[in-house]
């Protein structure tokens, strides 16, 4: 399994939390300081069922004041998420071929 964490957001701390109270030790993906590739977050994308933006925190600041007037494929939103990776939503949870959003924390364990 493959925890895509943000130490900086309390609801991955949680969800992380959740986890390892239920004796799962993920391997941690620390996106924000060693960016994932696009075809490692295309592949997340896939096993979640969204597209793109439906993985974009579109309140965020930088989505606001320089994407959200912008009408862009589902390529640019994925390398817009990579080159601002606060940009996408965590925790994600990946066990085999599925994947799931901890929005909320419980919801990740659902494909444990």
């Given at each position: 399994?493959?925890?895509?964490?943000?130490?900086?957001?309390?609801?991955?701390?949680?969800?992380?939390?959740?986890?390892?109270?239920?004796?799962?030790?993920?391997?941690?993906?620390?996106?924000?300081?060693?960016?994932?590739?696009?075809?490692?977050?295309?592949?997340?994308?896939?096993?979640?069922?969204?597209?793109?933006?439906?993985?974009?925190?579109?309140?965020?600041?930088?989505?606001?004041?320089?994407?959200?007037?912008?009408?862009?494929?589902?390529?640019?939103?994925l390398f817009t998420?990579?080159?601002?990776?606060q940009l996408m939503?965590?925790?994600?949870?990946?066990?085999?071929?599925?994947?799931?959003?901890?929005?909320?924390?419980?919801?990740?364990?659902?494909?444990?």
């Amino acid at each position: 399994m493959k925890y895509y964490h943000n130490k900086r957001c309390s609801t991955s701390r949680k969800g992380l939390a959740l986890l390892e109270e239920k004796g799962i030790t993920p391997e941690i993906v620390d996106y924000m300081n060693e960016p994932i590739t696009p075809d490692e977050l295309s592949a997340v994308l896939t096993k979640l069922g969204i597209e793109p933006i439906a993985l974009v925190r579109t309140k965020e600041k930088v989505w606001k004041e320089e994407f959200a007037d912008k009408e862009l494929s589902n390529d640019e939103v994925l390398f817009t998420m990579i080159e601002y990776p606060q940009l996408m939503e965590r925790p994600i949870l990946v066990n085999g071929d599925k994947a799931k959003v901890g929005r909320p924390i419980e919801d990740l364990l659902e494909i444990v």
